[in-house]
């Protein structure tokens, strides 16, 4: 049986957060969920907080955080190009500052820490499929820049505190990764294109629609995320998770308005400053090392999303599922940890 340990998860109210909270709250394990919600929301969490190994902390990675941890995953960030852009020096004092708040914390606890990192570290990429040892091709002072060099340099204060200080370190290079629980006004293509398909509207491509993205679904990505962090003797090296089947966003249109039966017409809009035109993971490290490889086909994956953005527009109730380890548990009529939520506090350097 694996031990249970006491696990702080950044950005845990958001998307990918919300998800990987579930998972590791199932498992037993007493899970810290902190969030300033930019992006994230308390519906995404809303079923943990009767659970008793559930702590949720309203706090801001850009600043100092103590608790007594085994494990971080560092996810806090908002991964929309939308929403990234619209407060960039704020992002890149996330990605930076969050991250250097989380390895101190790491450092001080002796916790392993994890680091959602992310494609765009490969930018524009010259290089077809990108594997791990591409350097990447990224502009450092455009829009996207924010993000891309921030993550770049959350990677090197992983890679220093390793050296430096012997950190037990876990990095993964997310690819485009969709699904339940994404925010309706969230920018990003699966959410764009679903949402305008269900309501008829026209469905936004930008530039010619032939650039190409590789999608993976949430559940596949959060079981990555958890064997590259739960391997032993771990994998040094970042590690790309993602989904290697790869589409033209004219190919996802299509197949949101096939499985969606929509009326809605096709529009073409100016193609993004800087808007990778190729992107797919070459997961031969994730395979070979963690056993990994997603399961989930675009077209399943898809008819997920659609019946959950349908509840949204709907208002019903959205059918996200839950694990069985989870609704198996009688909820708490209030949720109260015994220490009160007082693991969590301003760091006394
Ligand atoms: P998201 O925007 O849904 O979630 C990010 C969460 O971080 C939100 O809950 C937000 O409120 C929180 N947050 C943002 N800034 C914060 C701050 N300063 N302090 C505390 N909390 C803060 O995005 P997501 O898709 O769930 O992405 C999660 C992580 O995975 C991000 O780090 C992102 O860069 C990375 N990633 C995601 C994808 C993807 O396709 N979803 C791809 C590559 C990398
Ligand atoms: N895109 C699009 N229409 C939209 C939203 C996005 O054609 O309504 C394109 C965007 O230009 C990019 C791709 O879809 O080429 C993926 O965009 P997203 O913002 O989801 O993520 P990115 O991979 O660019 O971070």
């Given at each position: 049986?694996?031990?249970?340990?006491?696990?702080?998860?950044?950005?845990?109210?958001?998307?990918?957060?919300?998800?990987?909270?579930?998972?590791?709250?199932?498992?037993?394990?007493?899970?810290?969920?902190?969030?300033?919600?930019?992006?994230?929301?308390?519906?995404?969490?809303?079923?943990?907080?009767?659970?008793?190994?559930?702590?949720?902390?309203?706090?801001?990675?850009?600043?100092?955080?103590?608790?007594?941890?085994?494990?971080?995953?560092?996810?806090?960030?908002p991964a929309s190009p939308v929403h990234y852009q619209s407060d960039p020096v704020k992002t890149v004092k996330?990605?930076?500052?969050?991250?250097?708040?989380?390895?101190?914390?790491?450092?001080?606890?002796?916790?392993?820490?994890?680091?959602?990192?992310?494609?765009?570290?490969?930018?524009?990429?010259?290089?077809?499929?990108?594997?791990?040892?591409?350097?990447?091709?990224?502009?450092?002072?455009?829009?996207?820049?924010?993000?891309?060099?921030?993550?770049?340099?959350?990677?090197?204060?992983?890679?220093?505190?390793?050296?430096?200080?012997?950190?037990?370190?876990?990095?993964?290079?997310?690819?485009?990764?969709?699904?339940?629980?994404?925010?309706?006004?969230?920018?990003?293509?699966?959410?764009?294109?679903?949402?305008?398909?269900?309501?008829?509207?026209?469905?936004?491509?930008?530039?010619?629609?032939?650039?190409?993205?590789?999608?993976?679904?949430?559940?596949?990505?959060?079981?990555?995320?958890?064997?590259?962090?739960?391997?032993?003797?771990?994998?040094?090296?970042?590690?790309?998770?993602?989904?290697?089947?790869?589409?033209?966003?004219?190919?996802?249109?299509?197949?949101?308005?096939?499985?969606?039966?929509?009326?809605?017409?096709?529009?073409?809009?100016?193609?993004?400053?800087?808007?990778?035109?190729?992107?797919?993971?070459?997961?031969?490290?994730?395979?070979?090392?963690?056993?990994?490889?997603?399961?989930?086909?675009?077209?399943?994956?898809?008819?997920?999303?659609?019946?959950?953005?349908?509840?949204?527009?709907?208002?019903?109730?959205?059918?996200?599922?839950?694990?069985?380890?989870?609704?198996?548990?009688?909820?708490?009529?209030?949720?109260?940890?015994?220490?009160?939520?007082?693991?969590?506090?301003?760091?006394?350097?």
């Amino acid at each position: 049986m694996t031990r249970q340990k006491t696990i702080l998860v950044t950005g845990g109210a958001g998307f990918l957060g919300s998800f990987l909270c579930e998972s590791l709250v199932a498992d037993g394990h007493s899970v810290i969920c902190l969030d300033n919600f930019h992006t994230g929301a308390r519906e995404k969490i809303a079923h943990l907080m009767d659970e008793e190994n559930f702590e949720l902390v309203w706090h801001d990675v850009t600043v100092p955080v103590h608790a007594d941890v085994d494990e971080i995953y560092n996810l806090a960030c908002p991964a929309s190009p939308v929403h990234y852009q619209s407060d960039p020096v704020k992002t890149v004092k996330t990605n930076v500052m969050g991250a250097l708040n989380a390895l101190e914390l790491a450092r001080h606890t002796q916790a392993k820490v994890f680091q959602a990192s992310t494609s765009e570290i490969y930018g524009d990429p010259a290089v077809h499929p990108q594997d791990e040892t591409y350097w990447g091709n990224v502009n450092s002072i455009g829009p996207r820049s924010c993000y891309d060099e921030g993550k770049r340099c959350a990677e090197t204060l992983f890679y220093d505190y390793h050296r430096q200080y012997g950190l037990e370190i876990r990095v993964a290079r997310i690819f485009n990764t969709y699904g339940p629980r994404m925010n309706a006004d969230d920018g990003r293509v699966v959410s764009n294109f679903v949402l305008q398909a269900l309501k008829n509207e026209p469905v936004t491509l930008y530039g010619n629609g032939m650039q190409t993205r590789s999608f993976c679904y949430v559940d596949d990505l959060i079981r990555g995320i958890r064997a590259l962090m739960d391997h032993e003797p771990g994998v040094l090296h970042p590690v790309n998770l993602g989904n290697p089947v790869e589409f033209t966003m004219r190919g996802l249109a299509d197949l949101v308005l096939e499985l969606t039966g929509s009326r809605s017409e096709l529009v073409f809009r100016p193609l993004p400053q800087d808007d990778p035109r190729q992107r797919r993971p070459d997961i031969t490290r994730a395979t070979e090392a963690l056993g990994w490889q997603p399961e989930v086909p675009l077209r399943r994956g898809l008819e997920k999303v659609i019946d959950y953005f349908d509840g949204v527009l709907s208002r019903r109730p959205a059918r996200v599922e839950v694990p069985a380890a989870l609704t198996a548990r009688p909820p708490l009529a209030v949720r109260r940890r015994a220490n009160g939520g007082a693991a969590v506090g301003p760091l006394a350097l």
